[in-house]
């Protein structure tokens, strides 16, 4: 007889997979994202040890850290969840979701249990569950950055005591061993805060005594779900098998398969390092992966090893309120206002500064246009800016210190570009389509990441206390 996870004794010893096997699910690229229900069943017949789900990402920027709100739709959560907790509830496996609520936050938490207890409550489930809390006290930064414990990422500025003060919230990306803490109190879900990806695939088999290289590139290969199949899809299931010296691959979704290629090229996903997957705990060394196609639309990869890290740290990160945002959208189809798109442009900026002063970092307001059709992706690098296309599209974006100063610094520039004359002008009517009345929108807060950074602690563990709830 075997236990698959936690749960009751499940077949015969002729029915199990191998003992020394560990098999995660990941169900879909984000919880929120969707996925096939027959994805998800065909999962569960390989009797899975544990469900895996990310449940955001830094990708869609800073507002969603500083808001505290969640980049995916309530009801999208709320559906995925359901089948989830009702599969893993039957088979008696844990339930982790990292980066809960999208940025990992307190309130993102608290957002998703409160779905959780809906989806729970609807189908009569009593999970215990595991809330760990991501959120870092600024003082516990400002003692890293006193200390010359925190370094910038990639091409983030210095820390700095302002900065940290700044930010409206803080977040430390955890690793796997809170996860594993909160599985051995007892939790049949867990809900982290911001978590590196790979943490939440690899937490499980890790406490399992799975073999590090093979899991963590496991985990990092399966973190999106069937976006390493072909065709990719961040809206479909990945079974990992992890075994001593090696780990195979599965897509789930019906005319999905794996590939050498996709799951290699996918262990360079947000990866700074072609060969080198970089975690609190240390290092995957992937250069002498092997990567064979199976047959039966699955890979097997081997060779991978691990290099533990020298000290333990932690990405954090920060967000701090940069002002408040009025937004215009409109076309140009005029060929003359085209060829003199940037004297009209001009003209509008004048015109604000004129009323309004200067803009700039020592200013009030800032004043961006993006002409979408010319240059609104890649600015002047753009190597085809003097060749635009038969129309523009304007965003006119305006950031105060006061969402009404960006309402009306935004109101004078869309009618100066309306009304603005220039030679060969046709029509007196209006040189801007506009596809929304009314045209202009309120955005609201904005906000900009303040840390980025790398963090040195001394516990894995002690940054993200993990606090028990009984549904």
Known sequence: MIRYGEGDVIGTEAERRGADEVRVLAPTAILGYGYPQASLDAGMAQRPHVIGIDGGSTDPGPYYLGSGRSFTSRGGVR????????????????????????????????????????????????????????????????????????????GAPAATVDAIERSVRIVGQMGTEPIAAALDAGADVVLAGRACDVSVFAAVPLARNAAPGQTLHAAKIIECGALCAEPSSGSDAILATIRDGSFDLHALGVDRHVTAVSAAAHSLYEQGHPTRIVEPMGTVEVVDADFTELGDGGVRISGSAFEPATSYSIKVEGASLEGYRAVTIGGVRDPSAIRRIDDLLDRARRQVRDTYGEPGPSGSYRLIFRVYGRDAIMGEREPERSSPAHELGIVLEVVADEQGLADDICALARSTLLHGDFPERLTVGGNIAFPFSPHDASWGAVYAFSLYHRMEIDDPLEPFPIEMRQL
């Open 79 to 154: 559906r995925d969840l359901g089948p989830i907790l009702d599969a893993a509830t039957t088979a008696g496996i844990p339930v982790i979701v990292g980066t809960s609520g999208g940025a990992g936050g307190d309130p993102h938490l608290e957002w998703t249990f409160e779905i959780l207890r809906e989806v729970a409550a609807a189908a009569g489930h009593h999970p215990r569950v595991a809330i760990i809390h991501a959120e870092q006290p600024r003082a516990r930064v400002l003692d890293a950055l006193a200390d010359g414990r925190l370094s910038p990422i990639g």
